[in-house]
Structure formats: structure tokens, C-alpha cells
């Protein structure tokens, strides 16, 4: 955490200079092919990339929200579909399960003068990822609407529910909260923030056997249910792009969503009066926790092991030329929290940096831990449909969970 | 159609048939019957830029040799098959020896995966095809009673769902029903209730998957009810107009009967196209509520993780099962017709 706060700091002060490593943009040989998740911050991230590369370079980048559920297949062919994948603390432990990503420290070694050291994902002393962004979950919230009722930004769940509920009782709007409660890995997400802000453990210490059938499993989704009910009855089918597009049509006063969120939502398209009436505030804490009930994530990118050397270069170079470049970070500062030397933060990066401050966990790098993941993803539907009940919904979790891991190896 | 012939002129096709669909089918079942080799844990340190920590990490190395020396994975016979994400025999002994009433088994039952969606699938099967059938056959007559020059744009404007892509189909259809949506907006007028969402129930999510698979599945029995009426024999109808027959009797007692092998045909396909639905639960974003055979290899293929052979190989050959069940009674009639003709 404190590095994260550190590397900000010194950001502020140092200059980029490109040592007298090569210079890693104008790729003339080998194909660039990169998979990426979307949103608004990758695609400025991709136009760097791309101009990188150079206009002789054979460049493309397929941007999918669902990356993940690509990537393993994608990856595992021999010559694979794609030299490279922008991933996360999330979807990087999968991609080593298989080794389906290479070491980079030949690569680094020759063109990486410009990174700092933070940016290097180190596992068991060989550098597996660059990072480039940092991201977390908080809450945003138009101050209008709050002010005209008398609401304080709210710190906690309850609160923020208390909030929802006088709005809606006001008949200014009738669904005042959003989430990405879409099933699936939206689902998965909330719940998984949600249990770690009371303070849960996934898993029975140093092994892969599951516990979250308990008081903060329970607590957990019951403060979840009682965000759903505050929230659009299309829920289940809302992703994080969706729940972006209720706020820019102005149905929704609280939500709870991606800090790089910002780069589409306080830009120059849409009703420039909810833009204006914006505002970013912490991830609120739950149950009495101190700890915000949010993830923190860094983003990067990685290499296919089953690409040729020459294309893994190629990608490479452009891929960290745009994770070395200065003028685009500070070009874009507000798009997300760049972790790249020489970038002054916007004024979007506050509730990023308060995760961190007080504590919020960076997301399981787990091997199993996107197993549980999906079982999280299909297993909680019923429950907020109030068909089912919290114990009940979480001993089915567990129980998809348990059956994929045996078939998987892990237990 | 001497033997040898007939041989030469099924040779093709069935080479095809079995290179594209036996081979695959054997090779499901294979590796339906093992399971993934031991993941081989370790634990490293592992530096971010929220700092280091020790982690577990799979031990590729080792994970690797485990792999090379068992490619199909370790052998589990029908293991797979009983788990809990499938027919999940332990649990429903458990069930039926816990449940104090036939309703809570039949609760316990439905809640798991496989038994959830086959629920689904069956309903789906048997909530379309009987429409499509019926509607099929009202379209196509009606199509034929209108004058030649309106036919052709009409029968273009019939088949217009089946021409359309079937995740294209239901993604235009799910931003209709949206709240906000022509649809949806209409329908909150119609019950006058500003908070009713047909995404949001788990029934209404049900009717909205039958309805559009009565409009994607209706052209196909219009297509081929209207190529058979063009076989219709004339004299017996106009012997039917001489006696004073209704148009309604003519139908009943003589278009009808002519249609009916036609009929079994498209219930076959239909029952066959809608045992595998796939494409509308993922454009309805529906895979919460409804969860169907096809949904669930899709998700052992398609999840964040690694891919699950095993489970997906285990449900194919399932679904193929229920398939064939599903189609024994209308085979088993196609063939006594068959028999009898001859």
C-alpha cells in the first residue's frame, strides 16, 4: 500500500528520461496482437500502444469485456491467437496456472530503462507483467441531489442505503443506486468486495479449501440485497458499462464502480450537467469495519508464451512504450491512476489512494481463487431474487466450488 | 435403389458425418472420463505495486511433468458424471433421505445445476415447439390464400426471424423489453405499474426466452408447412367444394391428414433446435435465471479458468442422451408410418 503512495509522491518530482537503454518504439518486425479488456482507459491506452508501434508495425487489439473468458483458450493454442493480453491481479494467477505468460527480464533487461520498479510484477524473482494503472472500486455520487435533501456523503453501507432510501422517498429518482450486479463476474466482484470490507477470509489459511459460508458470508450478501432493492430491478443484467450509462442518463445519484470509470464519465460527450454534478468519494466501509469494502487492482500487461520471439518482442516494445510514456499520462490524467514515472495525478486518483491508506486488500492472487469466483458468479442469483436463503446460496458456492476444484486438481 | 448405389451415394456424406461428428463425440466421451492431473502448489514471494507478500502459486514445473506424462489427465471413470454438477448422486441420496416431503426433494432437486437446467431446457422444448407447429401451419395457410403479387414480400417479411442471427435477434429484443426500452415502456403503460421489468423476475425472464423462440422457430414451419401445401392434391379438394364442404372442413379433413408426416418432421427439429438453446440466454443476459444444457458446456469452456474438459465432455454426452430420449416416441412413430406405407 504504501508503495503505491510513495511512487505517487516521487512521481511528482522525478523526470523521464529515457536511459540509454534501446528505445522500444517504431517496431518494424514481428506482429503485434493484443487482447484487452474494454473500457474507456485501455482504449486511450491502446492509441499510445498503437502509435508506439509505429505506421510499419502489423498492429492490431481485440477489446472484449470478455477477455477472460477468452484469454486461457485464446493463449493455449500453439502459435496463439494473441502475443499479448493486458491483465490484472485477477486474471494474471489463471494465465500462470498454465504458463501461458512469459518471463520478461530479457525484455526488460534491453528496453526497460524507463520503468520504475513498482511497475515490475515479480513472481518468485522473475518478472511476469508490467503494470501501467493502478484501479479500485469506490463510490461516486451526484452532490446536487445530496445537498438539495441534506445527505452527507455517506462512509458506510448503512449509510449509503439510508441515503438511497431518503432519495427515493424524496420522488426525485425511483432507483438511486447502482452497482455492476450483473451475474456473472460483476456479481462475483461485488460480493467479493463486500466480504472483505467485514473482514472474511476465502479460504481456510495456506490451502484451497473454502470457507465463506459463515456470519460475513451471510452479512455480506445481505448487505447486498438491501443494495439491490435501492437499486435498477434490472440488476442482474447491468454491467459496469451499463450501470455508466444509467448514470450519464441521470437515473442514479450513488453508485459504486471503477475509478478509470472517470475517462468516460467526466468527459466531453453526454449531459454536461450530471458531469458537472459528479463527485468521487471513498469506497464506504460495512459493518461497523474500518477496512473499505473494495479491491485494489493493478492492470498490465503480459506476454504469450506460445508466440514466437520475435512477435514477443514486437509486442513488447510498443506495449511498453506506452507503459513508459509520460506525456500520455499526464495527457490523460483523470483517465485512471497511471503508475508511470513522471505523472501528476488528477484529481480523480483521492479515493484509489484512501483505499490503500486505509487498508483495502489487493485482490487474491489465488490460483483457485477464480474458481471461486465463478462459483460466486452463478450461485448468488437466486439468493437476491429472494428465492433462496444467504446460508443456503453460500453453501451452494461452496459446493460448485468444491466440485470444479477436484476436477481442476487443486483439492 | 440397388444397395451398391445407394452406398456410393451415401458414402460421402457419411464419411463426413463420421469425421465431423462420430470422432468428435468418441473423443468427448474419452475425456469425459478424466479429470485434470494434480495442481502441484508452492509458495513464492510476489511483488505489485501494492507491495511483496508471500502467495500461493501453482508449481508449473512440476504441474507441467504431471501433465506430459498424463495428456488426457488422470483417468476418472464416470466420477464426472455423478458429481455434484451433474447428475449429483450423493446429493440427491442425501436429499430424499433428509426431505420431510416430496416438495421440499423435488426444491433440494432443482436447485442443483444440472437437474436446473435441464428443468429449464425441457420447459423451453415443450413451451415452443407445440406454438411453432400451430402457428406454422396458420401462417403458411394464410400465406397461400393471398394474391401472387403480395406473396413474395410477405413470405420475405415471415421468414425476416429466422433470417436474423440469433444473438443479433434476442440483443434487439433485450434493449426493446429494457425498462426504457419500446417494449418495455409499453408494457409498464399497459399494467400501469412503473416498476414492472421483465428482466428482473425469473419467470417473466422465462416467457420472454419461450416467446422469442416461438418468433425465431415460427418461419422455419411456416417454410416447410408452405412447401407442402403446394403438394396438396387438387381433385379431392374441388370433389370437397362440389359437396359443400367449408374451407374449414376442407382443412381439417383433407389438408391436415396430407400435412401430418410433415408435421412429425418439423416437431423432430424443432424438439432437436430447442433442446440445444444457447444463443437468447446469453443476449438476454439471462444466464442468471435460466440456465440451459448447452449454457452450462458453454460455461465450462468459457469460464475464467482454465477449461473444463471433463465437466463439458460429461454434459455433451448428456445432452446427447436427452436427446435422444427426447426423440425415441417420434422416431419410434416415423418409423411404424414407414413400415405400414411399405
Request: charged residues 15%; hydrophobic residues 45%.
Amino acid at each position: 500500500m504504501k508503495k503505491l503512495l510513495i511512487a505517487l509522491l516521487f512521481s511528482f518530482v522525478s523526470t523521464s528520461v529515457y536511459a540509454d537503454g534501446h528505445s522500444p518504439c517504431g517496431v518494424t518486425d514481428g506482429s503485434i496482437k493484443i487482447l484487452a479488456n474494454e473500457f474507456t482507459t485501455y482504449r486511450i491506452f491502446m492509441d499510445e500502444v498503437k502509435s508506439c508501434a509505429g505506421p510499419d508495425a502489423d498492429f492490431s487489439v481485440t477489446h472484449s469485456v470478455d477477455h477472460n473468458k477468452l484469454q486461457v483458450a485464446a493463449l493455449s493454442a500453439n502459435p496463439a491467437e494473441f502475443s499479448a493480453k493486458l491483465v490484472t491481479n485477477g486474471s494474471i494467477t489463471t494465465l500462470m496456472n498454465d504458463n501461458l505468460i512469459r518471463p520478461l527480464d530479457d525484455l526488460v533487461a534491453k528496453y526497460g530503462s524507463a520503468l520504475q520498479d513498482n511497475q515490475k510484477i515479480v513472481i518468485d524473482g522473475k518478472i511476469y507483467a508490467v503494470a501501467f494503472m493502478a484501479n479500485a472500486q469506490h463510490l461516486w455520487y451526484r452532490e446536487s441531489i445530496l445537498n438539495d435533501l441534506g445527505i452527507a456523503v455517506p462512509s458506510t453501507y448503512e449509510e449509503v442505503i439510508a441515503a438511497a432510501e431518503k432519495i427515493k422517498a424524496s420522488g426525485k429518482m425511483a432507483n438511486p443506486y447502482a452497482g455492476a450486479f450483473k451475474s456473472g463476474w460483476n456479481l462475483g466482484q461485488e460480493f467479493v468486495n463486500m466480504y472483505l470490507g467485514h473482514g472474511g477470509e476465502f479460504f481456510k489459511s495456506g490451502t484451497a479449501e473454502v470457507s465463506v459460508n459463515n456470519a460475513k458470508g451471510v452479512a455480506a450478501l445481505n448487505m447486498l440485497k438491501r443494495l439491490t432493492e435501492v437499486s435498477n430491478p434490472d440488476f442482474l443484467t447491468q454491467d459496469t458499462n451499463a450501470v455508466k450509462e444509467e448514470w450519464e442518463s441521470g437515473n442514479v445519484a450513488l453508485m459504486h464502480i471503477w475509478n478509470s470509470g472517470a475517462a468516460s464519465l467526466l468527459d466531453d460527450e453526454g449531459d454536461q450537467a450530471i458531469k458537472a454534478d459528479t463527485r468521487l468519494a471513498p469506497s464506504p466501509s460495512v459493518g461497523g469495519g474500518s477496512k473499505p469494502a473494495t479491491t485494489l487492482w493493478w492492470d498490465g500487461f503480459g506476454i504469450a508464451t506460445n508466440t514466437s520471439d520475435a512477435n514477443a518482442e514486437a509486442s513488447f516494445r510498443a506495449l511498453l512504450g506506452a507503459a513508459t510514456s509520460t506525456e500520455m499520462a499526464n495527457a490523460n490524467p483523470n483517465a485512471t491512476i497511471w503508475l508511470i514515472d513522471g505523472y501528476s495525478p488528477g484529481d480523480t486518483a483521492g479515493p484509489v489512494v484512501d483505499a490503500a491508506n486505509r487498508g483495502a486488500t489487493p485482490y487474491p492472487s489465488l490460483p483457485y481463487m477464480s474458481l471461486l469466483h465463478g462459483a460466486l458468479s452463478t450461485e448468488l442469483v437466486e439468493f437476491l431474487q429472494g428465492n433462496e436463503s444467504a446460508e443456503k446460496a453460500l453453501a451452494d458456492v461452496e459446493a460448485a466450488y468444491v466440485a470444479k476444484a477436484t476436477e481442476q486438481g487443486f483439492l | 435403389m440397388p444397395h451398391r448405389t445407394f452406398f456410393w451415394f451415401f458414402f460421402p456424406s457419411g464419411l463426413a458425418m463420421l469425421l465431423f461428428i462420430g470422432l468428435p463425440i468418441i473423443s468427448s466421451f474419452f475425456q469425459s472420463l478424466h479429470i485434470e492431473p494434480e495442481q502441484i502448489l508452492m509458495e513464492v514471494e510476489k511483488c505489485d505495486p501494492f507491495g511483496c507478500k508471500t502467495e500461493t502459486k501453482v508449481d508449473i514445473e512440476a504441474t507441467t511433468k504431471l501433465q506430459e506424462e498424463q495428456p488426457l489427465g488422470r483417468f476418472n471413470g464416470l466420477g464426472t458424471y455423478g458429481d455434484r454438477n451433474h447428475l449429483a448422486f450423493s446429493e440427491i441420496k442425501e436429499a430424499w433421505t433428509n426431505s420431510l416431503s416430496i416438495a421440499e426433494f423435488i426444491d433440494i432437486l432443482l436447485n442443483l445445476p444440472f437437474y436446473k437446467a435441464l428443468l429449464f431446457t425441457l420447459t423451453f422444448c415443450f413451451a415452443v415447439t407445440p406454438p411453432v407447429v400451430v402457428l406454422g401451419f396458420i401462417v403458411a395457410l394464410s400465406v397461400n390464400t393471398i394474391t401472387k403479387s403480395l406473396k413474395g414480400p410477405t413470405i420475405f417479411g415471415v421468414i425476416l426471424p429466422m433470417i436474423v442471427t440469433p444473438l443479433i435477434g434476442s440483443l434487439v429484443l433485450f434493449w426493446m423489453i429494457d425498462a426504457k426500452g419500446i417494449l418495455g415502456s409499453f408494457i409498464q403503460f399497459l399494467f400501469d405499474d412503473p416498476n414492472l421489468s421483465l428482466k428482473s423476475s425469473s419467470q417473466l425472464t422465462w416467457i420472454t426466452l419461450i416467446i422469442y423462440g416461438i418468433w425465431h422457430n415460427t418461419p422455419f414451419a411456416f417454410v416447410v408447412f408452405y412447401a407442402a401445401l403446394q403438394t396438396v392434391p387438387q381433385d379431392p379438394i374441388e370433389a370437397a367444394i362440389i359437396d359443400g364442404a367449408s374451407r374449414y372442413e376442407r382443412v381439417r379433413h383433407i389438408v391436415i391428414p396430407h400435412l401430418y408426416p410433415v408435421a412429425t418432421f418439423i416437431i423432430l427439429i424443432c424438439l432437436m433446435d430447442n433442446f440445444r438453446v444457447l444463443e437468447p440466454i446469453i443476449g438476454f443476459a439471462a444466464e442468471g435465471v435460466a440456465q440451459s444444457l448447452s449454457w452450462m458446456i458453454y460455461n465450462d469452456l468459457r469460464s475464467e479458468n482454465k477449461m473444463l474438459f471433463g465437466s463439458a465432455g460429461a454434459t455433451s454426452m448428456l445432452t446427447i442422451v436427452g436427446v435422444a430420449v427426447l426423440l425415441t416416441p417420434v422416431l419410434i412413430r416415423t418409423w411404424r408410418e414407414f413400415r405400414t406405407e411399405r
